[in-house]
Each structure stands twice: as structure tokens, then as C-alpha cells.
T-cell receptor, first 115, second 113 residues
């Protein structure tokens, strides 16, 4: 049973650039949530995608955008990168309609460094 | 919005001892409380969760308790082992299809052999 996968593992960008991170949900899951985890802190919710639409969003600027594809995989895009965007970006998947729709499974994350 | 506070930030115990991590939350509508273990270079791994209709849940050496009146919940690890060393996070969310989780800032647990 394939778990949540993310790519790339690590990424280095410079300020002002744009970045795209990718996530494939756990087999059978249809919902993807993205989190940002700064060093030494807990993950912070960015947004969630279901049925190819953004369903809920946390307190992140419009520079953060996403997409979900028909196969349930998802992308996180960040424009005009700032030094403060350096973090571990985590993807979590879940299944709407399951008995426990809130149970999430996390991927290993993408470490983004902005120089 | 929801706010989750977690204590202590670091915890060191001897192998075989028990470890307790406590969290408080602010939104009385929250009804799902998972605990995650995060090892270096990895994503958070769900280790146990509890819902608001239950006061306690146990899975082998791990147990979680929930006090909805006081808005706090705790993780208990008994007979700790060196491989329990990791960062532990609590979280709170509302069990809806559009739910999102609010995390605490984590507890670094070190189990000394």
C-alpha cells in the first residue's frame, strides 16, 4: 500500500523565484492538505484540496496557491519567494466519506531553502 | 481560530520510565485530537488519536486522555525505550469534511538508555 509521496526531497531557490512542490496521496485517498513547518515549530495549515477545488485555507497570502488533479495528486505553488518561506512543506492525505474523515497521513515533506 | 499549547517543550527520561506530554486547546468545537511522532528528516506519523465522545484511549504502551471541560488532553508513554526518542506533536481539529488541524509546537522527548 503506497503511502503519501512528495517531490522533490530538497530544493534551493533564491528570493523572488517561484517554486512548485508535488504530492501523491495515499492509495485510495481523495483529499490533500498542505502544511508549512518552520524549524522548531509545529506544522501550520496552508490549504486543503478536494474534488480539484480548494476547500479551506489557513492564514497564508495569495502567493501560496495550489492545484489538484483528477488522479487526486496535488501541487503547491509559491510565488515571489521570501527568506521566511524557508521551511519543510508537508502534504497530508485523507478520505472524504470514510468513517474517520479527519484522519490524515503525512508524507516525508519537501525541504525548501530560500537564499 | 483554534490555539493549541503544548508542554513541556523538552522532556528527558530514563529508559523504562513513563513520559507525559500535555496540550490545551481553545476552541470548544474541536472534537478530534491526534498525536504525531516526528523523527529527524521525516514527516509526522500518527501514533494515536481520540475523539470527543471518548475520555481515554490506549494502544499498547501509549495512551491518551481527554478532558473536554478543561479543554486539555495528554499523551502517556509507559516503559519508554530509546526508539521512542523523537519530537511529538499534539493537534486539534473539527471533525468535518473540510477539517484542518492546528498543531502544538512539539515536545522533544529523549529517552536515555
Amino acid at each position: 500500500d503506497a503511502g503519501v509521496t512528495q517531490s522533490p526531497t530538497h530544493l534551493i531557490k533564491t528570493r523572488g523565484q517561484q517554486v512548485t512542490l508535488r504530492c501523491s496521496p495515499k492509495s485510495g485517498h481523495d483529499t490533500v492538505s498542505w502544511y508549512q513547518q518552520a524549524l522548531g515549530q509545529g506544522p501550520q495549515f496552508i490549504f486543503q484540496y478536494y474534488e480539484e477545488e480548494e476547500r479551506q485555507r489557513g492564514n497564508f497570502p495569495d502567493r501560496f496557491s495550489g492545484h489538484q488533479f483528477p488522479n487526486y495528486s496535488s501541487e503547491l505553488n509559491v510565488n515571489a519567494l521570501l527568506l521566511g518561506d524557508s521551511a519543510l512543506y508537508l502534504c497530508a492525505s485523507s478520505l472524504v466519506g470514510a468513517l474517520n474523515t479527519d484522519t490524515q497521513y503525512f508524507g516525508p515533506g519537501t525541504r525548501l531553502t530560500v537564499l | 481560530g483554534e490555539n493549541v499549547e503544548q508542554h513541556p517543550s523538552t522532556l528527558s527520561v530514563q529508559e523504562g520510565d513513563s513520559a507525559v506530554i500535555k496540550c490545551t486547546y481553545s476552541d470548544s468545537a474541536s472534537n478530534y485530537f491526534p498525536w504525531y511522532k516526528q523523527e529527524l528528516g521525516k514527516g509526522p506519523q500518527l501514533i494515536i488519536d481520540i475523539r470527543s465522545n471518548v475520555g481515554e484511549k490506549k494502544d499498547q504502551r501509549i495512551a491518551v486522555t481527554l478532558n473536554k471541560t478543561a479543554k486539555h488532553f495528554s499523551l502517556h508513554i509507559t516503559e519508554t525505550q530509546p526508539e521512542d526518542s523523537a519530537v511529538y506533536f499534539c493537534a486539534a481539529s473539527i471533525n468535518t469534511n473540510a477539517g484542518k488541524s492546528t498543531f502544538g509546537d512539539g515536545t522533544t522527548l529523549t529517552v536515555k538508555p
